[in-house]
T-cell receptor, first 116, second 113 residues
Framework: NAGVMQNPRHLVRRRGQEARLRCSPM?????VYWYRQLPEEGLKFMVY????????ESGMPKERFSAEFPKEGPSILRIQQVVRGDSAAYFC??????????????FGQGTRLTVV | DAKTTQPPSMDCAEGRAANLPCNHS???????VYWYRQIHSQGPQYIIH???NNETNEMASLIITEDRKSSTLILPHATLRDTAVYYC??????????????FGKGTHLIIQP
């Protein structure tokens, strides 16, 4: 049973380009969460999605950032017109729902975005 | 902002028990205590969670005080591979989901040979 898969592991973008980060949850998991970690900082929650629904996006910047989790395929975190301040590690986590209760979350290895 | 406070760093000798404290004085009655660790910029790894009873699994033990305002993660026989940043968090239901998980700066545990 593969864990949470994120790709790419490393992504370099020039200022103004778009960054697309992909996350495939663990098998059987229907909940996906995205976190951002700046250098030497803790993890900051960004967004929580279920299939085809955004449940909580309270941690998402108001502009340039969007996330989706389609019925088929991985979850995508999209950053438009990247700036140097977007350089960070982006982690995805997934969990299952059993009897209405979410199980513990498991994290992927992250995508390290560098904006040059 | 994180709802927990942890010491920024701790040392422990290899083979000894590592005891990592966490204060969560504002924890709500329906919130679980979670522990994760992050080894050198890898993805965070789930360790253990609990509500009010002490818990043990193959990785660690979790001791929660009776008033639930603090807890201690115990690694019974620390190895060099346990060197990592350990995060304590609280969230309102099992798993949180992870939208309920807020992480502060954690405790950097260094295992000394």
């Amino acid at each position: 049973n593969a864990g949470v898969m994120q790709n790419p592991r490393h992504l370099v973008r020039r200022r103004g380009q778009e960054a697309r980060l992909r996350c495939s949850p663990m098998k059987g998991h229907s909940h996906v969460y995205w976190y951002r970690q700046l250098p030497e900082e803790g993890l900051k929650f960004m967004v929580y999605l279920q299939k085809e629904n955004i449940i909580d996006e309270s941690g998402m910047p108001k502009e340039r950032f969007s996330a989706e989790f389609p019925k088929e395929g991985p979850s995508i975190l999209r950053i438009q017109q990247v700036v140097r301040g977007d350089s960070a590690a982006y982690f995805c986590a997934s969990s299952a729902n059993r009897g209405g209760v979410n199980t513990e979350a498991f994290f992927g290895q992250g995508t390290r975005l560098t904006v040059v | 902002d994180a709802k927990t406070t942890q010491p920024p760093s701790m040392d422990c000798a290899e083979g000894r028990a590592a005891n990592l404290p966490c204060n969560h004085s504002t924890i709500s009655g329906n919130e679980y205590v979670y522990w994760y660790r992050q080894i050198h910029s890898q993805g965070p790894q789930y360790i253990i969670h609990g509500l009010k009873n002490n818990e043990t699994n193959e990785m660690a033990s979790l001791i929660i005080t009776e008033d639930r305002k603090s807890s201690t993660l115990i690694l019974p026989h620390a190895t060099l591979r346990d060197t990592a940043v350990y995060y304590c968090s609280s969230a309102p239901q099992v798993g949180g989901g992870a939208d309920g998980l807020t992480f502060g700066k954690g405790t950097h545990l260094i295992i000394q040979p």
